[in-house]
Each structure stands twice: as structure tokens, then as C-alpha cells.
């Protein structure tokens, strides 16, 4: 499922970078830049969920950390870029409420994200010795209890603070339409030309033969 949210992931910022893209002015380099960024942070944190989904906690911590930093990290990171280009965006390409929403958004993101990392800091220093990555099983009052259900509620409201984010783009992309076009460069597979007319010649040479 995780492998499905990724590739849609990056479907979405793609779709994004596109449509900020043709909306903003030759003039604008800036953004334009800040775009291009905005694309890379989005595909590589959607590109992360899928290291979270194939390397799991209790296999391979390492990998699945990584992944999470890159969902996470660079996510938050993508959030915060979009943020800025909604801020030059608006009132004349959006309004200002968008802004403020998504703006809003990117603080409850960076809140969930020093929550998380706090209330984890404090679980592991808690329990020396212990394979925290393998534990499964918490009791109340037990040691580290309370640090680890603070880093859970964070890391669920980190990933609803994502989702809602992206529920912002609904009516941005009602306003757009993407086409594939195909443009040929040649009426032909081949190489060269030579190559296609040597292919024809000896095509038709042999229906010659054929018919005789």
C-alpha cells in the first residue's frame, strides 16, 4: 500500500511543479528555482515511504529510519517550500486563506516533527540496554510508557498533517488539465533512413520473388 501512496505521491508533486510552472511568470526565476526544488523534495520523500515500506522496524532499524527521514524530513522540508511559493503566489494567483491554511499546516508538521523526536529521545535514554526497535509490547507505568505514546500520537499526526496538505491542492488541480502528446520524428523505427529504405527494398524484393 505504502508502494501505491509513493508512486502517487510523486505523481502529485509532479502534477504541482507543472502547474506552478506555467503560472508563474519567464521573469521569475526565483520561484521557478524554488519549484525545481519543491519537485526534487517531494519525489524524494515519496520516495522514502517506499524504503519505509520494505525495510520494516523490526528487520532492518537502520534502512527503515532513513526512510522515515527521508518521508519525514524531506517531506516537511517540501511542505515548507510549497509554503513559500503560496506566499508569493497569493492574492494574485491565490487567495490568501490557501496561504494561511498551508502555512498553518507547515507549523503543525514541524510541531509533530520536534514531538516526535523529543518524546523518542527520551524512550531510548529511558531504556538502556533494551532493543527498543523490537519491543512490541508496552505496559502502563511501565518505563518509557508515557514517552512512547507521545511519539506515537506525534507520528500519526505528522502523517495526517501530510495528508491534509495535500487535500490543499484539491481545488488548484480542478483548475488544470495535463495531455501526453505523441510527435514523431520519423515515419520509422530506424536508425537512419538508408536503413528503412534498404529494409523497404528488400521487402518489396522479395514479394517479387514470391510472385514469380
Same mark, same amino acid.
Request: net charge neutral; aromatic share 10%; with cysteine.
Given at each position: 500500500?505504502?508502494?501505491?501512496?509513493?508512486?502517487?505521491?510523486?505523481?502529485?508533486?509532479?502534477?504541482?511543479?507543472?502547474?506552478?510552472?506555467?503560472?508563474?511568470?519567464?521573469?521569475?526565476?526565483?520561484?521557478?528555482?524554488?519549484?525545481?526544488?519543491?519537485?526534487?523534495?517531494?519525489?524524494?520523500?515519496?520516495?522514502?515511504?517506499?524504503?519505509?515500506?520494505?525495510?520494516?522496524?523490526?528487520?532492518?532499524?537502520?534502512?527503515?529510519?532513513?526512510?522515515?527521514?527521508?518521508?519525514?524530513?524531506?517531506?516537511?522540508?517540501?511542505?515548507?517550500?510549497?509554503?513559500?511559493?503560496?506566499?508569493?503566489?497569493?492574492?494574485?494567483?491565490?487567495?490568501? @486563506?490557501?496561504?494561511? =491554511?498551508?502555512?498553518?499546516?507547515?507549523?503543525?508538521?514541524?510541531? %509533530?516533527? *520536534? $514531538?516526535? &523526536?523529543?518524546?523518542?529521545?527520551?524512550?531510548?535514554?529511558?531504556?538502556?540496554?533494551?532493543?527498543?526497535?523490537?519491543?512490541?509490547?508496552?505496559?502502563?507505568?511501565?518505563?518509557?510508557? @508515557?514517552?512512547?505514546? =507521545?511519539?506515537?500520537?506525534?507520528?500519526?499526526?505528522?502523517?495526517? %498533517?501530510? *495528508? $491534509?496538505? &495535500?487535500?490543499?491542492?484539491?481545488?488548484?488541480?480542478?483548475?488544470?488539465?495535463?495531455?501526453?502528446?505523441?510527435?514523431?520524428?520519423?515515419?520509422?523505427?530506424?536508425?537512419?533512413?538508408?536503413?528503412?529504405?534498404?529494409?523497404?527494398?528488400?521487402?518489396?524484393?522479395?514479394?517479387?520473388?514470391?510472385? *514469380?
Amino acid at each position: 500500500m505504502l508502494d501505491v501512496s509513493a508512486f502517487l505521491g510523486i505523481a502529485t508533486t509532479y502534477v504541482r511543479y507543472k502547474q506552478v510552472q506555467a503560472l508563474l511568470g519567464q521573469e521569475e526565476k526565483t520561484l521557478h528555482k524554488t519549484n525545481q526544488l519543491g519537485l526534487v523534495l517531494g519525489t524524494i520523500s515519496s520516495s522514502g515511504m517506499c524504503v519505509v515500506a520494505n525495510f520494516q522496524k523490526t528487520t532492518l532499524f537502520a534502512m527503515h529510519i532513513v526512510g522515515a527521514v527521508m518521508t519525514f524530513g524531506i517531506g516537511a522540508l517540501y511542505i515548507v517550500v510549497q509554503s513559500l511559493l503560496s506566499f508569493h503566489m497569493q492574492p494574485h494567483l491565490h487567495s490568501k @486563506t490557501i496561504f494561511s =491554511i498551508r502555512l498553518s499546516i507547515a507549523v503543525w508538521t514541524i510541531a %509533530s516533527i *520536534i $514531538s516526535m &523526536f523529543v518524546s523518542s529521545v527520551v524512550m531510548y535514554s529511558s531504556l538502556p540496554g533494551v532493543d527498543v526497535a523490537q519491543k512490541l509490547h508496552w505496559s502502563p507505568g511501565e518505563m518509557g510508557y @508515557t514517552a512512547h505514546i =507521545i511519539s506515537t500520537i506525534s507520528e500519526w499526526s505528522l502523517a495526517f %498533517s501530510f *495528508i $491534509s496538505f &495535500f487535500f490543499t491542492y484539491i481545488r488548484d488541480f480542478q483548475k488544470i488539465n495535463l495531455r501526453a502528446e505523441t510527435e514523431l520524428q520519423n515515419h520509422h523505427l530506424y536508425d537512419s533512413l538508408h536503413d528503412a529504405r534498404s529494409a523497404n527494398q528488400s521487402e518489396a524484393s522479395a514479394l517479387l520473388t514470391g510472385n *514469380i
